[in-house]
């Protein structure tokens, strides 16, 4: 069980108390509660059950497994049949494309891919740009859970419009500011930020 570190005690008090959960945490199965701090780190373990874990839980392995599940389950890669393709942003055409309206349908979901954002937010971060609204979701989701550590911290998204305005655009915030972009198949837009800015 992951949760952020302000409710950490809450949690482990909550699920210690519930009849139901003391029944099902007897024997020496681990059942890990973790709490994460601002940064998406690891600060604090407890073992409902066993009270006696001493390994290390694989947090980016777990990571992993959990983004995919999550692309697959919510069907995020469309494949194009023999009567049509697709047309990206950079105007490149495609077999396939990634649908983040898929990905980002569930609240808890989307809570949890935030939590999996917080390691790479600068602390300073202010702005994030994005390059779509699609993305809107995902930093309203990071901005609650960075009040959530600091009641001070905030994000605000601005949309650069992806490929359109790229050429023109101003990133005037960029030392307060951290860019996050959508999937993409080929790759393309990271690299044209990367080279152009």
Excluded at 36 to 63: H, M, P, W
Aim: proline share 5%; glycine share 4%; charged share 20%.
């Amino acid at each position: 069980i992951i949760v952020r570190q302000p409710c950490y005690r809450e949690t482990i008090s909550s699920i210690q108390e519930d009849s139901t959960a003391k029944d099902r945490l007897q024997g020496d199965t681990p059942t890990l509660v973790l709490a994460y701090d601002q940064t998406g780190d690891i600060v604090e373990q407890y073992d409902l059950a066993s009270q006696n874990y001493t390994g290390t839980f694989d947090l980016q392995r777990f990571k992993r497994v959990a983004i995919t599940s999550i692309f697959e389950n919510r069907q995020g890669l469309i494949n194009s049949t023999n009567l049509y393709h697709f047309r990206n942003p950079s105007q490149r055409h495609s077999t396939k494309f990634i649908r983040l309206a898929n990905i980002l349908s569930e609240p808890t979901e989307i809570s949890f891919l935030a939590f999996c954002c917080l390691p790479f937010l600068p602390v300073d971060c202010k702005i994030a740009y994005v390059d779509t609204p699609a993305l809107l979701p995902l930093i309203f989701s990071i901005k609650e859970q960075l009040k959530e550590f600091d009641k001070t911290r905030s994000i605000i998204p601005i949309n650069f419009e992806s490929y359109f305005r790229l050429p023109d655009y101003d990133f005037k915030y960029r030392n307060e500011a951290v860019v996050i972009i959508s999937a993409s198949t080929s790759g393309g837009l990271a690299r044209t930020l990367l080279s152009k800015f």
